[in-house]
């Protein structure tokens, strides 16, 4: 590991991995390639965007392989060309979205010609040698409170985090683990945070092989990648599908666990430190207008933190809260204040409410997501965390009906037992949070990364 962070550049980051490990593995779905494999086929890509974008205008991915992805953003990169993630082209509010960017020259879909496999051609490294680290890198949000929205990280600000996160020292699942398998999608702000995060390190990344039935759980039954897997990132509802099989799991080496992407709860961590004694784990708290991590947390037991609340944030940010008309000083919306570009600074505000704490912040729930029942200001996050906890209730949803009425939606193999659900909230809840109506349904549906769509 260098002892100084002195990438002035993406491709320069990963430049360097090559230099130092050219022979470790990097990337791994069905097949492994190593980090010079990999550098070999991406300046083979990077050749290829240019020659058929030579104005190096923006490219938009729609690539379903994600090993595959992951290689086309090292060429966008190298390439010096911006970016444009998407999670599903054929989503509606995506094509319209899609529209807004007429000058999008080119949407890669992975079944290229100059994606193929095959040694760069003579003259295509000159052909990279003057591009600078220009590249900028777009996101459509998740969408589960509206319709997505669009956001733009630029390349200064993911060296910037990256910079401030390789000097925090003290993060060991940075420094201790050489093989991660990250879970969430490499179009979603979480995953690409978490590849960009763990390839500065040198580390061997492995990714969900192709769709099944529990989805990225699968790839964990395979034993010669569980024999391997040293740190695990995931959002909570992966970590919930692992619950119902990690019996049957044997992963001998995992020393980390890693949350992000939605809000975790405490008994979701503790049935895992249960299963895995000797881990570690970290909550990370971000959003996608910042490509990092805000604020991330190590603890090992549970009397060592509340995933709630943010008390580690990088220098890099400075938070504070927005007041809500209904609220005071101490409770509002989170706003983060940092610099997009040199010398350009910007506060955010995250749409998550939250309320002073000490010396941190204690997250609350997503502004969208709070309304108005019986004349109080309803958090359903709240009431559906409660709600999981009980037997049989594999996810739920509550919300406000169309008739007025407080509803709940639940996953359950057998018939609801409403009588003792309203006894079990109220051990736990006030009497308004109650829901008046309830309903079994077979699934929840959610996002690609597993968070509830709200609307």
């Known amino acids: 590991m260098p002892t100084v962070f002195d990438a002035n550049s993406l491709p320069a980051l990963f430049r360097q991995q090559v230099d130092r490990f050219p022979d470790h593995p990097y990337i791994t779905k069905e097949k492994t390639f190593t980090y010079q494999e990999s550098d070999r086929i991406i300046r083979h890509i990077a050749a290829g965007l240019i020659a058929v974008n030579p104005e190096r205008k923006m490219v938009a991915l729609n690539i379903p392989c994600h090993q595959q992805l992951l290689f086309v953003f090292w060429a966008c990169m190298l390439a010096g060309m911006d970016v444009l993630l998407l ?85 060991h699942y940075l420094q201790d683990c050489k093989t991660v398998y990250i879970t969430p999608p490499l179009f979603h702000s979480y995953g690409l945070s978490a590849m960009l995060e763990y390839t500065m ?15 990225p759980v699968t790839t964990l ?44 709860d405490t008994g979701l961590t503790g049935w895992l430190q249960e299963a895995f004694p000797e881990v570690r784990y970290s909550v990370r708290y971000g959003i996608t207008e910042i490509p990092s991590v805000i604020a991330i947390q190590e603890f090992v037991t549970g009397e060592d933190i509340n995933p ?32 997009t570009d040199a010398g350009v600074v910007v506060t955010i505000p995250t749409g998550d409410v939250v309320s002073r704490r000490g010396t941190g912040f204690y997250l609350e729930g997503r502004s969208t997501v709070f309304f108005k029942y019986k004349g109080f200001r309803i958090n359903p996050v709240r009431i559906e965390t409660v709600l999981n906890t009980f037997d049989g209730i594999q996810a739920s ?7 007025g009425k407080l509803q709940a939606a639940c996953e359950s193999a057998v018939a609801l037992p409403v009588a003792a659900l309203q006894a079990y909230l109220v051990q ?17 549906k959610r996002t690609a990364t597993g968070k509830i769509v709200r609307f």
């Open 201 to 215: 390190m040198g580390a061997a990344i492995i990714l969900p092989r192709e769709r099944a039935l529990l989805g």
């Open 308 to 339: 709630a609340y943010l008390t580690s944030w990088l220098p890099v940010y400075q938070l504070s809260v927005q007041a809500e008309e209904e609220g005071t000083g101490d409770t509002g919306v989170l706003c983060v204040t940092t610099e």
């Open 87 to 171: 999670p599903d082209l054929h989503e509606t509010a995506l094509e319209q979205d899609l529209a807004a960017f007429p000058h999008i020259p080119l949407v890669i879909t992975g079944k290229e010609d100059f994606l193929q496999p095959g040694a760069a051609g003579p003259g295509e490294e000159a052909s990279l040698a003057d591009v600078g680290p220009v590249a900028a890198v777009y996101f459509f949000s998740s969408g589960t409170t509206g319709k997505p929205k669009l956001i733009c990280n630029t390349h200064y600000q993911l060296l910037a985090a990256l910079r401030c996160l390789y000097n925090q020292r003290q993060l």
């Open 428 to 444: 736990y809840l006030p009497a308004y949070m109650v829901p008046d109506e309830w309903l079994q349904v077979p699934v929840i």
């Open 397 to 403: 949803r509550v919300y406000l009906g169309e008739n």
């Open 221 to 264: 039954f395979h034993p010669a990648t569980a024999a391997v897997i040293e740190a695990i990132e995931g959002v909570p509802y992966f970590y919930r599908q692992l619950k119902s099989v990690v019996s049957r799991l044997k992963l001998p080496r995992l020393k980390h666990i890693g949350f992000g992407g939605d809000a975790v």
